[in-house]
């Protein structure tokens, strides 16, 4: 193998002299070239002369830097340090284990990689001495990113110190670890005192540092270490980092659902005082059971919603967002399903609010006495203490999933979509929207929609590998596996149109009953509403076009925007509500623009 020839193209250069045999390359011998430029110019570069780099640069360079030429080296991260450093051994071990008649010693692949990286530090000298050294508002995560930083070259010199730290210890080299230690805490106050004073890291201040670290490690590297065994060592520190990683990673998810279960002040100071305004106020109270009478809720020549939810000003969005984007709104009646906690609120927000003439029904899901253990199965699950303390108990298995602890999955609210035709009898068709979703669109065009025969008009989501039926449910339990497609398409709650004549007639109600029933022990699917409608809705879903339904404003930042702009509704499924704070804050104005801000509580509670 051609050392120097081989690698030369791409990369750098360096031919050395010393005590190793021909063709290895020794950091901080003799350098009688580096590569510096993307155009392949060499400069030569005699012994002590690193600090006099740019007056030896040529006019080229210049010329080269003016025309915006890219003469950084690429980007690597802390954790590609480390695998190169594995690497190194690897090839090493490999070439000892051949027997060749000029074996790589480890000081070549160490000198090798280390190389690219002293030599970037010497390529960027000239920019750095003509940098201003003050910059106010330093953005210190850019600038320890930076490919042209000196406090990147000290981090990644650090990086390699700490592993050979380890592996110092390992082999019982202590006094070689405290030497290396020793430098590390000096980068690491240099980097500390960049960072609080807000300027840049010099060369004068880093070169020191980085000359006396880079001797050191090409110290190490001369120790010869046992080769497997410290490939051995570095593979289970690595592990070790991943697993503490993945730990991170999981307690991250644990405090952003946290964050998303919790009810913002904001929202807790609108619900008391509209709270207080519906128990002083006799008027509201006899203006509502007038409208608990009206003709207008039973009558099917007008477009039917329905909404449930205990969160006031989400639910006020969705009311608002669908009248205002509507070509007749006072043809739309709004059928309101909450909590006896927040009936009052919502009864006051809802009756102190004009919505253009729409007829709003709200009712209090205490009041269904039919609703029941004995009738549903799903009440008895819900309030089963052992169904309660394997999701929320002290000794919680960590087996579930973060985002299954969420309180709403335990919430009756939550599941009363599957009993539409029970709560409205009377009903022909019927718009179902979750309290989470903006109405972009006129939705009246639902209801002319043929479902040929379907009872459930909703937009598929198998564009995305994960919303297939395998996902959801457990096809190893043969009931399921005999019954059912793995590949089927799922489809998204949140925005569904509902034929409630054929829902009546497929009996969806009792082949949710069914389900429910089954998963007593949770061996199909865990939690959540999505899965047991999957196989009650099996056979009975009509697809809709995409534009219908968008999904995905609670979690994923990239939603491209002539995707958002042509949907009629838009859903902030996720944990990033609009109403929290860690919402995304590029989707959040399409939901605040649909809040009454004249009214005077919002500003005393929601706006301050």
Same mark, same amino acid.
């Given at each position: 193998?051609?050392?120097?020839?081989?690698?030369?193209?791409?990369?750098?250069?360096?031919?050395?002299?010393?005590?190793?045999?021909?063709?290895?390359?020794?950091?901080?011998?003799?350098?009688?070239?580096?590569?510096?430029?993307?155009?392949?110019? &060499?400069?030569?570069?005699?012994?002590?002369?690193?600090?006099?780099?740019?007056?030896?640069?040529?006019?080229?360079?210049?010329?080269?830097?003016?025309?915006?030429?890219?003469?950084?080296?690429?980007?690597?991260?802390?954790?590609?340090?480390?695998?190169?450093?594995?690497?190194?051994?690897?090839?090493?071990?490999?070439?000892?284990?051949?027997?060749?008649?000029?074996?790589?010693?480890?000081?070549?692949?160490?000198?090798?990689?280390?190389?690219?990286?002293?030599?970037?530090?010497?390529?960027?000298?000239?920019?750095?001495?003509?940098?201003?050294?003050?910059?106010?508002?330093?953005?210190?995560?850019?600038?320890?990113?930076?490919?042209?930083?000196?406090?990147?070259?000290?981090?990644?010199?650090?990086?390699? &110190?700490?592993?050979?730290?380890?592996?110092?210890?390992?082999?019982?080299?202590?006094?070689?670890?405290?030497?290396?230690?020793?430098?590390?805490?000096?980068?690491?106050?240099?980097?500390?005192?960049?960072?609080?004073?807000?300027?840049?890291?010099?060369?004068?201040?880093?070169?020191?540092?980085?000359?006396?670290?880079?001797?050191?490690?090409?110290? &190490?590297?001369?120790?010869?270490?046992?080769?497997?065994?410290?490939?051995?060592?570095?593979?289970?520190?690595?592990?070790?980092?991943?697993?503490?990683?993945?730990?991170?990673?999981?307690?991250?998810?644990?405090?952003?659902?946290?964050?998303?279960?919790?009810?913002?002040?904001?929202?807790?100071?609108?619900?008391?005082?509209?709270?207080?305004?519906?128990?002083?106020?006799?008027?509201?109270?006899?203006?509502?059971?007038?409208?608990?009478?009206?003709?207008?809720?039973?009558?099917?020549?007008?477009?039917?919603?329905?909404?449930?939810?205990?969160?006031?000003?989400?639910?006020?969005?969705?009311?608002?967002?669908?009248?205002?984007?509507?070509?007749?709104?006072?043809?739309?009646?709004?059928?309101?399903?909450?909590?006896?906690?927040?009936?009052?609120?919502?009864?006051?927000?809802?009756?102190?609010?004009?919505?253009?003439?729409?007829?709003?029904?709200?009712?209090?899901?205490?009041?269904?006495?039919?609703?029941?253990?004995?009738?549903?199965?799903?009440?008895?699950?819900?309030?089963?203490?052992?169904?309660?303390?394997?999701?929320?108990?002290?000794?919680?298995?960590?087996?579930?999933?973060?985002?299954?602890?969420?309180?709403?999955?335990?919430?009756?609210?939550?599941?009363?979509?599957?009993?539409?035709?029970?709560?409205?009898?009377?009903?022909?068709?019927?718009?179902?929207?979750?309290?989470?979703?903006?109405?972009?669109?006129?939705?009246?065009?639902?209801?002319?929609?043929?479902?040929?025969?379907?009872?459930?008009? &909703?937009?598929?989501?198998?564009?995305?590998?994960?919303?297939?039926?395998?996902?959801?449910?457990?096809?190893?339990?043969?009931?399921?596996?005999?019954?059912?497609?793995?590949?089927?398409?799922?489809?998204?709650?949140?925005?569904?149109?509902?034929?409630?004549?054929?829902?009546?007639?497929?009996?969806?109600?009792?082949?949710?009953?069914?389900?429910?029933?089954?998963?007593?022990?949770?061996?199909?699917?865990?939690?959540?509403?999505?899965?047991?409608?999957?196989?009650?809705?099996?056979?009975?879903?009509?697809?809709?076009?995409?534009?219908?339904?968008?999904?995905?404003?609670?979690?994923?930042?990239?939603?491209?925007?002539?995707?958002?702009?042509?949907?009629?509704?838009?859903?902030?499924?996720?944990?990033?509500?609009?109403?929290?704070?860690?919402?995304?804050?590029?989707?959040?104005?399409?939901?605040?623009?649909?809040?009454?801000?004249?009214?005077?509580?919002?500003?005393?509670?929601?706006?301050?």
């Amino acid at each position: 193998m051609d050392l120097n020839g081989g690698f030369s193209n791409n990369y750098f250069k360096l031919a050395t002299t010393g005590f190793y045999s021909k063709g290895e390359l020794v950091f901080f011998q003799k350098i009688k070239w580096v590569k510096c430029s993307k155009g392949g110019r &060499a400069q030569n570069i005699a012994p002590g002369r690193i600090r006099s780099l740019q007056r030896t640069r040529n006019k080229k360079d210049k010329d080269d830097e003016d025309d915006g030429e890219d003469n950084r080296r690429p980007s690597d991260s802390n954790f590609l340090s480390l695998i190169l450093l594995i690497l190194s051994f690897s090839f090493t071990y490999t070439a000892n284990s051949r027997n060749e008649t000029e074996p790589f010693h480890l000081g070549f692949w160490i000198n090798y990689f280390r190389g690219l990286l002293f030599s970037s530090y010497l390529c960027q000298e000239k920019s750095a001495r003509t940098e201003q050294v003050a910059r106010e508002g330093l953005n210190f995560t850019e600038e320890i990113l930076s490919a042209t930083s000196f406090s990147r070259q000290l981090a990644e010199q650090m990086t390699l &110190a700490k592993a050979y730290v380890i592996i110092a210890k390992e082999h019982n080299n202590l006094h070689l670890a405290w030497e290396l230690s020793k430098k590390i805490r000096s980068c690491q106050l240099l980097l500390s005192k960049a960072a609080m004073r807000g300027e840049p890291i010099t060369l004068d201040e880093a070169e020191p540092i980085i000359s006396s670290l880079s001797s050191l490690i090409f110290k &190490a590297q001369d120790v010869h270490y046992d080769i497997a065994t410290t490939i051995m060592t570095m593979r289970s520190h690595i592990q070790a980092l991943e697993e503490r990683a993945n730990a991170a990673t999981v307690q991250s998810t644990l405090f952003g659902q946290l964050a998303a279960e919790s009810l913002p002040k904001s929202l807790h100071c609108l619900k008391v005082k509209l709270t207080v305004d519906w128990l002083k106020s006799m008027p509201l109270q006899d203006l509502a059971a007038e409208r608990k009478n009206s003709m207008r809720l039973v009558d099917n020549n007008l477009y039917h919603f329905c909404i449930f939810s205990d969160n006031v000003l989400a639910t006020s969005v969705v009311v608002n967002s669908t009248v205002v984007n509507a070509d007749h709104p006072k043809q739309m009646v709004f059928h309101i399903v909450t909590n006896g906690v927040t009936y009052g609120a919502m009864q006051a927000w809802l009756l102190s609010n004009d919505f253009k003439g729409s007829t709003i029904e709200v009712q209090n899901i205490e009041e269904f006495s039919w609703l029941n253990a004995s009738y549903a199965p799903i009440v008895k699950q819900l309030f089963d203490a052992e169904s309660r303390a394997y999701y929320f108990g002290e000794y919680q298995d960590m087996r579930v999933e973060p985002k299954l602890r969420n309180p709403k999955y335990l919430s009756l609210l939550n599941h009363l979509r599957f009993y539409i035709p029970e709560i409205y009898p009377q009903l022909e068709k019927i718009v179902f929207l979750d309290d989470d979703v903006v109405v972009q669109k006129d939705l009246t065009p639902l209801f002319s929609l043929d479902l040929h025969g379907n009872v459930n008009g &909703a937009v598929e989501t198998c564009l995305e590998a994960y919303h297939r039926y395998y996902k959801y449910l457990n096809f190893s339990n043969p009931i399921i596996g005999s019954k059912f497609d793995p590949q089927a398409c799922g489809w998204a709650f949140g925005m569904n149109v509902f034929d409630l004549i054929a829902w009546r007639k497929a009996n969806v109600t009792a082949r949710y009953h069914y389900w429910q029933q089954q998963n007593a022990d949770r061996t199909l699917w865990k939690l959540g509403t999505l899965p047991p409608a999957l196989l009650a809705f099996y056979g009975l879903t009509e697809p809709l076009d995409r534009r219908w339904h968008v999904l995905g404003l609670g979690y994923d930042m990239n939603i491209d925007n002539r995707l958002i702009e042509s949907a009629a509704v838009i859903h902030f499924n996720g944990n990033m509500k609009p109403w929290l704070r860690l919402a995304i804050s590029r989707y959040k104005p399409l939901w605040e623009r649909y809040i009454n801000q004249s009214h005077p509580y919002v500003d005393d509670c929601v706006t301050s």
